[in-house]
């Protein structure tokens, strides 16, 4: 089964309804000749043709594909059109076990979204990668349950002083406890929370977790910091600054203990609301950090405009900071910060050289797996007591 697919919205959107209707006829008389009388091409969807065909092996599949890929794509040539069509083609072989034809289009669908992410012309789909997929989707469906049932712990990674390598603050990350699979880290769900439009409800779980540790603390006597982090789509919502606040009155603590992280791109989302949510934030007395500081969205006005308290060194810089541009430059952009008024906090220090380099520079604050690793709260915990 192959599908072979095209964005036709984007045809449509770009060059009228008459220029999409036009490469969809051309697409399905190419289909037609590229058959045998004993296989099927069918439209299943806008801009999806699906093939059924008889194949010798993988390799021969592979091979019509390529080359029917290549027919379809040179429509503009042999029409004299003003645009390239993008055709992908995901395949997936039958097996034995297979007994229905829906069943069969959506794995080799499967391979065609693959192509597009990937940007290759075709992806042939194999039995573990069904597999993955299968239980990814399964993941996806659990997410908002998850939450729900407060399945997501809180881990603490602490943040040290420069000078010192003491304790400073803590920085709050999530773990999944899944029921049947275990302990999940964020590489495995962030993603699909951002897909199924259920990040913001964690981003709200894990903030009122924070602020819950921190008036028990405060209770305690504790004078710690905790950093919190967000998605660029939780702090471009108009309803932000309202669920930060009634959240955060729900308990008794110090706003300057609790660190707001905002990243780089959650400034580009939306700048206008973006600013106003962080700017009434910080007028609640929470601190501001802008977290991924380097990897390429901020500009030298949104560390002029924002108020931003502390900035966070991407460890990108701090791992390219091996020759003397990269030392330059990571340099150079604590003194930008320090000469701006604000504190450098600089993340994925795994070493002692790169520790020394950056007490060398300066550098207010350090954050890394040299000094701590995330830690449950309770163990957490037992190192402020140790």
Known sequence: MVYIGLDIVRVNQYYGEAAAEDQ????????????????????????????????????????????????????????????????????????????????????????????????????????????????????????????????????????????????????????????????????????????????????????????????????EGRQLRISCNFARITIGRESFVQQIKEISERYVFDHARLILEITEDAMELNKETAFSNISQCKEMVFLIALDDAGSGFSSFADLRDYPIDIVKIDRSILNAAVTQRGVALLRGIAALVHNLEMKVLCEGAETQAQTDLLREIGCDYIQGYYFYRPLPLKEAEMVLTS
């Open 24 to 219: 969809l006829c051309f697409t399905a008389n190419e289909l037609r000749l590229s058959i045998h009388d004993n296989e099927a091409a069918a439209r299943v969807s806008g801009g999806g043709f699906a093939v059924a065909r008889t194949s010798s092996s993988e390799q021969e599949t592979c091979d019509w594909a390529e080359h029917l890929l290549e027919r379809l794509n040179r429509y503009m040539e042999r029409y004299e059109k003003d645009y390239h069509p993008d055709f992908r083609a995901g395949i997936y072989m039958l097996q034995i076990s297979d007994r229905d034809c829906e069943t069969a289009l959506f794995n080799a669908r499967q391979g065609y979204q693959q192509a597009v992410v990937k940007n290759l012309p075709f992806v042939l789909v194999q039995p573990e990668h069904l597999k993955q997929e299968s239980e990814r989707l399964q993941l996806k469906k659990q997410t908002l349950s998850a939450i729900r049932n407060r399945e997501f712990q809180m881990f603490l990674q602490f943040i040290v002083r420069g000078k010192d390598g003491t304790v400073w603050a803590a920085e709050a990350v999530s773990r999944w406890d899944h029921p049947r699979k275990g302990l999940l880290y964020p590489g495995s769900y962030i993603e699909l929370l951002e897909a199924e439009g259920t990040i913001t409800e964690l981003d709200f779980y894990i903030f009122e977790e924070v602020c819950r540790q921190l008036e028990r603390w405060q209770a």
